[in-house]
C-alpha cells in the first residue's frame, strides 16, 4: 500500500472518528460545555466529506480548500476562547484580567508567528497557498496561547493546578491537536518540501490527530465535567489577593522605569 492510499484510508478513519466524537459528546449531554469545538468538528467533518470527493490535484479542490479553511477560522478560535473561559474559572484569581491576559497570549504568539515565517516563493506559488498560510498562523498562534497560558498560571505566577476533568483533558489534547497542525504546515509555508517529505508529514499528522479524536472519546465523560472550585479558605484567598497586587504593582513600575528612561 502507497502513502497517498494510507494517507486517504487514515483521512477517512479521522472523519468517522470525528462523527462519533460529535456523537458522543451529545449522547452524554456535555455539548452545552463544547458548542464551538463540536460546531468546529461539525465543519471539519462535512468539509472533509467534500473534499474526499475531488480529485486532489484539481483547481476545484484548490479552490473548495480555501473556502473551507476561511470558513472554520472563526469556529476554530472559538473552540480555544470557550476552553480559556472554563480553564479561567477554575482560577478565581485571574478573573478579572483573563480578557488582558488572553489579548497578551494571543499578541505575542501571533508577533512571533509573523517574524518566523517567511512563505517560500509567496502566495503565488500555488492557489491554495493563502489558506495554508492563514491555517498554519491561526493553530500555531492558538497552541501557542494554550501553552503559554500554562505557563504562566502554573510556573509563573505559581498557582496550584485545580484545572482536572474534561477541562484538563481537553486543554492537552487541543494544544497537541492545534501545535501538531501548525508544525506541518509551518514546515510546507516556510521551507520548500518535496513530495517525498510532504506525503509522511501528511500521514503522520492525520495519525496524530486520529489518536487525539479516540482520546476524546474515551475520556470526555459526564462525570468528567467537574466545578471549579467555588469556595476559598480565608488565607488562600488573601494569599492570592497579595499575589495579584504584586503583579500589578511588578507592571506599573516596569512601565514607570520604561518612561522615565524616554
Partial sequence: M?????????????????????????????????????????????????????????????????????????LRAGAVAELFERVCAHFPVIGRIRFALASTLLALTALVSVAAVRPTG??????????????????????????????????FMSLTPAVRGNVALHWKLLTVYFAVSGVV???????????????????????????????????LTPAGELPPPLVLSVEEARMRRMLRRAILQHVKDARREHVERL
Fill in 185 to 219: 504546515t509551518l514546515l510546507q509555508t516556510g521551507t520548500k518540501l518535496t513530495i517525498a517529505i510532504l506525503w509522511p508529514l501528511t500521514v503522520a499528522t492525520l495519525a496524530c490527530d486520529l489518536a487525539c479524536f479516540l482520546v476524546w472519546i474515551r475520556g
Fill in 2 to 74: 502507497d502513502l497517498l492510499a494510507i494517507q486517504r484510508a487514515l483521512w477517512v478513519a479521522c472523519l468517522v472518528a470525528q462523527v462519533l466524537l460529535i456523537g458522543a459528546i451529545f449522547q452524554r449531554r456535555i455539548v452545552r460545555s463544547y458548542r464551538f469545538f463540536v460546531a468546529y468538528l461539525v465543519v471539519e467533518a462535512a468539509a472533509g466529506v467534500v473534499l474526499l470527493q475531488i480529485p486532489f490535484r484539481s483547481a476545484a479542490y484548490a479552490h473548495a480548500y480555501q473556502l473551507y479553511e476561511l470558513s472554520i477560522v472563526v
Fill in 122 to 155: 509567496g502566495f503565488g506559488r500555488c492557489s491554495q497557498m493563502l489558506a495554508i498560510y492563514v491555517h498554519q498562523f491561526e493553530t500555531t498562534v492558538l497552541a501557542g496561547s494554550l501553552l503559554l497560558m500554562w505557563w504562566f498560571l502554573t510556573r
